[in-house]
């Protein structure tokens, strides 16, 4: 099971939000029974940050001021979006494949963000980053895709409703599902 933890209000971002990121994989870490080290950070080559030496995953994510980390034995990828006012057209056009287009026309500024955290949350799992090339997370039919298929490991993408201004979606090859929990 995905543990996400999530914080509402400031926070800092980059190497000094780090602590805000150790402090979650410790009370997910106590909570799995894990013993863990000193937690390190560091980013790869993609820029996909991760624990020096740990068997653990993350995914970090926020959006105006929420702040949420997913925590996984498996490699994980989360987004999280404020749903507001873009010009979803021309994104779309430039970044979505002719099946997302088709969604997003459909289903307007609500299908744009549907698959946008979608796929962010799948860039954030293989580490690419979302302008890489990426499959489509909306099928032939026009429907959002639950599960996919990446160098040979099943994936689900899970919606994670939180608030109607707010869109958050996990992507992950454990079947069990996620859980939310607040950091006080």
């Not at 105006?64 to 507001?84: R, V």
Request: one cysteine or more; a negative charge; glycine letters at 8%.
């Amino acid at each position: 099971m995905v543990s996400i933890y999530f914080y509402d209000g400031p926070f800092a971002h980059g190497k000094a939000g780090y602590d805000i990121i150790k402090r979650a994989a410790r009370l997910y870490c106590n909570e799995k029974g894990f013993d863990v080290n000193e937690l390190n950070i560091e980013v790869d080559n993609k820029g996909k940050p991760f624990f020096v030496g740990e068997s653990i995953y993350f995914s970090l994510s926020h959006t105006g001021d929420m702040w949420m980390c997913a925590f996984s034995e498996f490699p994980c990828g989360l987004d999280i979006q404020e749903t507001g006012s873009r010009d979803i057209d021309r994104i779309a056009e430039r970044m979505y494949t002719d099946n997302e287009k088709k969604y997003v026309q459909l289903w307007g500024s609500e299908g744009f963000y549907d698959v946008w955290v979608r796929k962010e949350a799948l860039a954030k799992y293989t580490g690419e980053g979302i302008f890489s090339e990426t499959v489509s997370v909306v099928s032939q039919t026009h429907d959002l895709m639950r599960e996919i298929a990446i160098d040979d490991t099943e994936l689900t993408l899970y919606d994670i409703e939180l608030l109607p201004e707010i869109k958050c979606a996990l992507c992950s090859p454990d079947k069990e599902g996620w859980e939310v929990r607040e950091l006080i």
